[in-house]
């Protein structure tokens, strides 16, 4: 397992303002605290997930996902990994040329972990950067990244949490008669005699024997070939339009049966979401997470935001940009990765720092 350090990091607004960040290359990463209160997602109330993310490594493949873990007075955070189940899976996950914010949620339904169908680009620079999940009891959602909407829409829509309404008729088929050939050979078109007997090379006629050829000890010469210009590869009768085609056939449909609609898809933890924590592989390490907040309302989010990560944008930005008025430190091979006054992680005493 990697180790974390509790670090402002090498460009930052305030030194004093830290977040835990990865310190190894090449590691898994666990790290999981628990929530001042469990959180129903049944009560009827917006769940928000907020934290932010500073990739100071140039992270080439690494996960940078925050998770919401049931789980309460029973969950062990010593067997917190891969396999331990969540209701939230929320973040940025690189890896080559795959860059997304991951969003998957836990239907209780389907007893299932549920991938958005299509991907949500996530932020690939060395600053911080803020991401933000809404999932609301009227089962809609919303993504932010640094206070900025980029994408919202019914669960139902973005997710497979519910069955199709419509299915193929099973009692359907396609007739046998159906003709769907669009294009026939004509049958008009004969090919013309002696088409096979054109050979696909010849002889070149400009070639000639070399004046020091000599048939005794060379062989009897031979004139190079070359592509016949009137070899026209194997014959085919032209197409004409099928005078039978009827078009593709559809396959009529019905309402699904087994379509129900879920008022619950929403409820990732009906029975409540006591910790939150990070399981990651990084190759790379070098991930900053700070900001953290789960709330029930946007606005305490944002208000939290504005107090945090908005207050450390500028400031990174401007010492990044005088740093790199001198060369990289990262060209330096005995450059500090960690600044000074960073300290060794004390996970033991995360939960009650958290």
Same mark, same amino acid.
């Given at each position: ?138 089962? =809609? ?166 107090? =945090? ?46």
């Amino acid at each position: 397992m990697g180790k974390w350090v509790n670090t402002a990091g090498k460009w930052h607004a305030d030194p004093a303002d830290k977040g835990i960040q990865t310190s190894e290359d090449a590691r898994f990463y666990g790290l999981s605290a628990k929530l001042d209160k469990p959180f129903n997602s049944s009560s009827g109330k917006d769940i928000v997930i907020q934290y932010s993310v500073k990739h100071e490594q140039d992270i080439d493949c690494g996960g940078a996902y925050i998770k919401l873990l049931p789980g309460g007075d029973d969950f062990d955070a010593k067997k917190f990994g891969g396999d331990s189940p969540y209701g939230i899976m929320f973040g940025p996950d690189i890896c080559g040329a795959t860059k997304r914010t991951h969003v998957i949620l836990h239907s209780e339904t389907k007893n299932d972990n549920l991938l958005i169908n299509k991907d949500v680009p996530c932020e690939k620079d060395k600053f911080s950067h803020l991401y933000t999940l809404v999932v609301r009891p009227d089962n =809609t959602f919303e993504v932010f990244v640094d206070n900025k909407s980029v994408r919202n829409g019914k669960l139902e829509d973005e997710f497979n949490f519910l069955e199709e309404k419509e299915i193929k008729d099973p009692a359907e088929s396609k007739p046998a008669d159906w003709v769907d050939a669009k294009m026939i050979p004509d049958p008009t078109d004969i090919k013309p005699e002696g088409y096979d007997d054109i050979p696909e090379e010849i002889a070149d006629p400009e070639a000639s024997k070399p004046d020091d050829w000599d048939d005794e000890d060379d062989g009897e010469w031979e004139p190079p070939m070359i592509d016949n210009p009137d070899f026209k590869g194997d014959w085919a009768p032209k197409m004409i339009d099928n005078p039978d085609y009827k078009g593709p056939w559809v396959h009529p449909m019905i309402p699904n049966p087994d379509y129900v609609y879920d008022e619950k898809m929403h409820s990732v933890c009906e029975a409540g979401c006591s910790h939150v924590g990070f399981e990651l592989w990084q190759v790379k390490s070098g991930t900053i997470f700070d900001d953290i907040i789960v709330t029930d309302s946007l606005e305490e989010a944002q208000k939290f935001a504005e107090d =945090t990560f908005f207050k450390k944008k500028d400031g990174e930005k401007a010492m990044y940009e005088e740093q790199n008025k001198q060369p990289d430190p990262e060209d330096d091979e005995d450059a500090d990765l960690i600044d000074d006054d960073d300290e060794d992680f004390d996970m033991d005493g995360f939960e009650d720092e958290f």
